[in-house]
Each structure stands twice: as structure tokens, then as C-alpha cells.
Nanobody, 127 residues
């Protein structure tokens, strides 16, 4: 499956932004989907994930209550709604898809467990 994230850009602190991740070339509903982010010199960081139906969405503590993940299996799209953005949210955001047998919070927060990655989109939050 091919993934393409979009919607990044520059936003002021306290503002909102929505990222999209469009998929093609696979059966979208079969994949667990995740959002990760990365800043220069740091490892890729888990943001959140969503199970096959959208009923389970674990988040990193740093974004809990501010970010919301959703998916539309009919449109093959996943979203990341980001509210009350902070300068520390500045990063390249990546979407990923994985063929998990079991939806485990530990597993879905691990980058190496995902099979497919999009090229990333830059989000910059100014103070």
C-alpha cells in the first residue's frame, strides 16, 4: 500500500491543523494505521494509532486531549486533527500502516511494527 500525508504547514501556537493520510494500492480496512513524528537528531516518536474499525485510538501522553485520529475506510483516508498546538509539536509527521494480528497499545506505538510509511509532512508551530 502507498501512503501520502498532506496538510502540513505553519500555524501559530494555540491554533489547529488537520493532516490527512491517503492510501492506495491495498485493502485499507485491513491495516492498523499510525501517526508518528520526528525532529532532527531524534528518533521517530509515536503520536497515535487507530484500529481497523476506528474504535480504538491510543495516543501519546504528550498529545492526549489535543489530537484526534479518525479514519474513513470508504475513502481510504486517515486524519489527524490537532488542536491547541504547541511549539514542541513542530516536527515532520508520518503516517504508517501495519498488518497487526492483535491491536496492542505497545505494538502499535512501535515504529518497527509498521510495514508501510508515507514520505511525511512538515508541521511548524510558531510561538
Amino acid at each position: 500500500v502507498q501512503l501520502q500525508a498532506s496538510g502540513g504547514g505553519l500555524v501559530q501556537a494555540g491554533g489547529s491543523q488537520r493532516l490527512s493520510c491517503a492510501a492506495s494500492g491495498g485493502t485499507f480496512s485491513r491495516y492498523v494505521l499510525g501517526w508518528f513524528r520526528q525532529t532532527p537528531g531524534k528518533e521517530r516518536e509515536f503520536v497515535g494509532a487507530i484500529d481497523w474499525s476506528g474504535s480504538s485510538t491510543p495516543y501519546a501522553d504528550s498529545v492526549k486531549g489535543r489530537f484526534t485520529i479518525s479514519r474513513d475506510n470508504a475513502k481510504n483516508v486517515m486524519y489527524l486533527e490537532m488542536n491547541n498546538l504547541k511549539p514542541e509539536d513542530t516536527a515532520v509527521y508520518y503516517c504508517a500502516a501495519g498488518t497487526f494480528l492483535v491491536f496492542s497499545n505497545i505494538a502499535v506505538s512501535t515504529p518497527d511494527k509498521y510495514n508501510y510509511w508515507g514520505p511525511g509532512t512538515q508541521v511548524t508551530v510558531s510561538s
